[in-house]
């Protein structure tokens, strides 16, 4: 029998709140999630993993709308082109943002030299 885990072990290995989690599944982002005999949530480690690659998204400034395309790709009958294509579009944006950012610390890095100069 494989493994399970408690909420609270996923949210100990993942660092995201009871609260994330239930909202993920309520949302179909994650799941069916399995349930012990008496109800309780049990998380495998593929559910572990999809909660990581769904923070990573997260992070990388996707939102719930965006979120919930991806998975409907992964698990409809998208292509792997299209998978790829939603990636790329997104990953074009994340380096459009770095790179104004790197712009935005360059001024900032100027005017840290040019006013730290004149005391």
């Given at each position: ?18 609260d ?74 994340l ?18 030299a ?6």
């Open positions: 029998m494989t493994a399970t885990l408690t909420p609270g072990e996923v949210v100990e290995r993942t660092g995201l709140s009871l994330t989690l239930r909202y993920y599944e309520k949302e179909q982002l994650l799941g069916p999630v399995a349930r012990a005999a008496g109800g309780h949530r049990r998380y495998s480690e593929d559910d572990v993993f999809w909660v990581g690659l769904l923070s990573c998204l997260r992070t990388a400034g996707l939102g719930i709308a965006d979120l919930r395309e991806f998975t409907s790709l992964l698990r409809g009958t998208a292509s792997s082109g299209d998978r790829v294509a939603f990636l790329a579009a997104h990953r074009n944006e380096q459009r943002r770095m790179s104004q950012l790197e712009r935005a610390i360059g001024v900032l890095d100027e005017k840290i040019h006013y730290g100069a004149a005391d």
